[in-house]
């Protein structure tokens, strides 16, 4: 069974310098700093919790395409062709199959094992978004990155929003067959969708955050 490794909010990106001097220093004497002045907890996210991210959304991705390949699976005629193999003997060779239009019964089993994929990874990245818009959780944002990043963060908040909006919707839909089959499919289509947007704003920042790590090395 699928175990989430999404520990680390996607907000948490970037490296605030002095954050981490301050760290260092307390983790030097034994006293491990975990929240800012007023309550907010600091998160600092390495280049390599970044690349476990990617390996969370990669999951979520490949369970919404199974739950879509499971409810959009059309049934398929054989096509033949005849084949005169000796003089008064012709068998049908199969050359190819056409599908049908018609959607086979999903199969319970199989939807539910992916909807105990997506179920824990969307709650994750929901509940970390949650934790910033709330205070819990402050992010402060090194060098030139934080406007570089303000627009991204955004979508990001939307694309979370969108997965688990679309998780409440799948959850009714997929609690006993037989199964609404089309609704099914589209939201899991749209779950894939935010997360490939998703993908697309962790490389910018990882990206990013690897070529502000380079400038404050040759500012030293």
């Known amino acids: 069974m699928f175990r989430p490794k999404f520990a680390f909010p996607i907000f948490a990106l970037a490296l605030n310098v002095v954050a981490c001097r301050q760290l260092a220093l307390a983790q030097s004497n034994n006293d491990s700093p975990k929240r800012l002045e007023g309550g907010a907890e600091i998160v600092v996210v390495t280049l390599n919790d970044l690349r476990e991210v990617s390996t969370d959304l990669r999951h979520l991705q490949a369970a919404a395409n199974h739950l879509y390949g499971e409810v ?4 398929v005629n054989i096509r033949t062709v005849p084949n005169l193999i000796a003089p008064g003997t012709i068998v049908n060779l199969p050359v190819g199959v ?35 818009l709330n205070g819990e959780k ?30 409440r919707v799948l959850e009714p839909l997929t609690a006993n067959p037989p199964y609404n089959q089309g609704a099914v499919a589209q939201a899991a289509w749209a779950i894939d969708e935010d997360v490939k947007e998703l993908e697309r704003i962790r490389r910018f920042m990882y990206r990013s955050l690897q070529r502000e790590g380079k400038r404050q090395l040759r500012q030293r």
């Open 138 to 167: 402050q992010l402060v944002l090194p060098g030139e990155t934080k406007q570089e990043f303000s627009a991204e963060l955004k979508q990001w908040i939307v694309s979370v929003d969108n997965i688990y909006d679309q998780l």
């Open 98 to 132: 056409q599908p049908t239009g018609d959607i086979i019964p999903a199969r319970a089993a199989h939807v539910d094992a992916a909807m105990s994929e997506i179920r824990p990874v969307a709650t994750l990245l929901k509940a970390d978004v949650d934790s910033f």
């Open 72 to 75: 959009t699976t059309q049934r």
